[in-house]
């Protein structure tokens, strides 16, 4: 059916006027502003953003500068690594193997400044190292309780790995209570485990949790695997780091024992009710050691120590610390079928790390 011209022309006046009125409505409302970047984040995101915001001014970047070879003059690159700030005055932790052997060490703030390093002292057997620098105060980091971690929390690394300053990576603990291999061959206790990618440069840098706080010292990769990393428990840091402050180096015991594990028949642990079925071979003896005079003698095998089951070469050397010096304390030994129990007095370490 046709609509009349009038009608028709009606409608449209209509039409006009009805998206006239909405166009003046839209231009009287006031426009909403976008969202603000702390909205658009979620609450990881946010977490994540907040610890470094923490710790990020505590995180140098060392560098490493060596002996030029025979016949050349002055210091030759090094590499490189990463550290924090421990303390307002100067004082920088990071890994032993990071300034083994450095002639020279220069030490970036996050804000650029560039210091010399000098080394307080460094542990091998933990892998850990203080160095400070002439500039107060800084800005300093704080170590957690590694004890109160659990897996599967966030774990944030913060370091320089290939010369990046300040690369953040994000993952979780993936496990805790690993050991690791320190290069003088004694065994790292408590190690954490991390998915949070770490790379050459990496090392010596913070692991912290969702409140900013140190849980470990990064310090090394798996090279073939993906996502399997490790860091030094904040705990064990905390304890090397003051006596590197104290004394310049961490005071241990020796016995004086060349020692091999070895397993120990069935029948003698169960005859002697032995708490393992492993223990450690002594295969020699150092002349005028705490063994010799205690009366150990080699084909000796050592169960116990200063009252607890030793089955390997590691626990016993968890048990030769700074506070076992100077002190008699029992050690129970296997000679042949016989089980004897006697006494030794640690010395202190000096020199040589491979002694037990």
Not at 58 to 83: C, D, L, M, T
Not at 227 to 245: D, K, M, P, Q, R
Not at 334 to 355: C, F, M, S, W, Y
Request: hydrophobic share 45%; net charge negative.
């Amino acid at each position: 059916m046709k609509v009349p011209s009038a009608l028709q022309g009606r409608r449209t006046t209509e039409w006009v006027r009805t998206f006239s009125e909405a166009d003046s409505v839209a231009a009287e409302a006031p426009l909403k502003a976008p969202p603000a970047d702390e909205e658009l984040l979620d609450s990881y995101s946010r977490t994540v953003s907040r610890a470094v915001e923490m710790i990020g001014a505590a995180v140098v970047n060392i560098r490493v500068h060596k002996a030029g070879g025979q016949g050349q003059r002055g210091s030759e690159p090094g590499g490189s690594g990463s550290g924090f700030v421990i303390a307002p005055d100067g004082f920088i932790l990071t890994n032993s193997h990071v300034v083994q052997g450095a002639e020279k060490l220069e030490v970036t703030l996050a804000d650029g400044q560039v210091f010399t390093g000098n080394l307080v002292g460094e542990d091998a057997e933990t892998d850990l190292a203080v160095l400070r620098i002439n500039a107060a105060p800084l800005a300093h980091a704080r170590l957690g309780d590694s004890k109160s971690i659990r897996v599967g929390q966030i774990a944030i690394a913060i370091g320089s790995p290939f010369g990046f300053h300040r690369t953040v990576t994000a993952g979780v603990v993936s496990a805790l209570g690993r050991s690791m291999r320190a290069q003088s061959g004694r065994l790292i206790d408590n190690v954490i485990q991390t998915d949070a990618a770490l790379n050459p440069g990496n090392s010596g840098g913070p692991l912290v949790n969702s409140r900013g706080e140190v849980i470990g010292v990064n310090t090394a990769i798996i090279l073939p695997a993906q996502g399997i990393c490790f860091a030094i428990a904040s705990n064990t840091a905390e304890f090397v780091a003051a006596w590197l402050i104290k004394e310049g180096r961490v005071r241990r015991s020796w016995i004086g024992v060349i020692g091999q594990n070895v397993p120990i028949h069935r029948r003698v642990v169960r005859f002697h009710r032995l708490a393992a079925d492993h223990g450690v071979l002594v295969a020699g003896i150092e002349p005028g050691s705490p063994a010799s005079r205690a009366g150990l003698k080699e084909g000796d095998v050592i169960v116990a120590f200063a009252g607890e089951a030793v089955c390997g070469i590691d626990e016993l050397h968890g048990h030769l610390v700074a506070e076992a010096i100077g002190i008699p304390l029992p050690i129970t030994v296997i000679r042949h079928t016989e089980k004897l129990d006697l006494a030794v007095t640690p010395e202190e370490l000096a020199g040589d790390h491979q002694r037990n």
